[in-house]
């Protein structure tokens, strides 16, 4: 009995030892996995933080915009800047004012390029190519355009956007005058339907772009440049998104004459979406 007793005993000894074996295995296997994980763990912190450092910030931001004659305004637009992205953004003013709307701007830390008047589009375009930084956000300089949206524009370039539009029309731009509201709707409808997609605001002065589709696309247009900037990347296939924003009463008279400007956006319109349908045969 003895005997067998031992043999019982050495047996579960045997097996005993076995266990252990294999759960020094199991150990071992478990470690070699928990390594493993906590190494695709930091590869993917790894390849996160590569992303975020890809990721645009503001001081890859370019503010720019033409002012002519807005001293009442254009510090609160400044200042506005400013506060949402912490000093960071680069603001370029191309001026042709004879108020004190250039010593404001510089007062404010603005780059500012003085420019006899020759009207928005040779302005703005001049604003857009002075800076050098990768992501250009064009405004108004009347206080009409919300630049707590700056972030979200930034984001949408981050997350592959070409061209972010804002949407003045789609909260009704119930501080716009009623004309001018109107017109803005024919506008986006007559562009719709020459270039066979739907924009909702043609005319929107508030857009952020990628510094290669400013750089890579010739611009013609004076009055209708901000119809311009959005049909031409739209018509080429660029990555075009339109964010609703809010539209406040503007700061200020209106330099625009409704009747006369709203013919010359309405012929750049028609003139270049004609030219974009034929550049695609």
Not at 52 to 71: H, P
Not at 101 to 119: K, M, N, S, Y
Not at 180 to 196: D, E, K, P, W
């Amino acid at each position: 009995m003895s005997d067998s007793v031992h043999a019982t005993n050495g047996t579960a000894a045997s097996v005993e030892t076995e266990s252990d074996a294999a759960i020094d295995a199991t150990d071992a296997t478990d470690d070699a996995a928990s390594a493993a994980a906590d190494a695709a763990i930091t590869s993917d912190d790894d390849a996160g933080d590569a992303g975020d450092a890809d990721e645009y910030t503001f001081d890859d931001l370019s503010v720019v915009m033409g002012t002519y004659n807005e001293e009442e305004a254009i510090g609160t637009v400044l200042d506005d800047v400013e506060s949402v992205t912490d000093g960071k953004a680069e603001i370029v003013c191309v001026d042709g004012s004879d108020d004190r709307t250039p010593e404001i701007a510089r007062e404010h830390g603005a780059r500012v390029v003085e420019q006899e008047p020759q009207g928005y589009g040779v302005a703005v375009r001049e604003a857009i190519l002075t800076p050098d930084r990768p992501v250009v956000v064009t405004t108004d300089c009347d206080d009409t355009y919300p630049m707590e949206a700056l972030p979200e524009f930034l984001a949408e370039v981050n997350d592959g956007a070409d061209v972010v539009s804002g949407d003045r029309l789609y909260h009704g731009a119930e501080a716009m005058p009623a004309f001018n509201r109107l017109g803005n709707h024919a506008f986006a409808a007559v562009a719709s339907l020459l270039m066979g997609e739907r924009v909702h605001d043609t005319t929107t002065g508030m857009r952020a772009y990628r510094r290669e589709v400013v750089e890579e696309i010739g611009w013609t247009e004076n009055t209708g440049l901000s119809a311009e900037l959005l049909i031409r990347p739209l018509m080429r296939g660029y990555d075009v998104r339109e964010r609703p924003i809010h539209y406040a009463e503007r700061l200020g008279d209106t330099k625009l004459d409704p009747i006369g400007g709203g013919a010359a956006i309405a012929k750049s319109i028609v003139t270049v979406c004609l030219e974009e349908q034929l550049r695609r045969f």
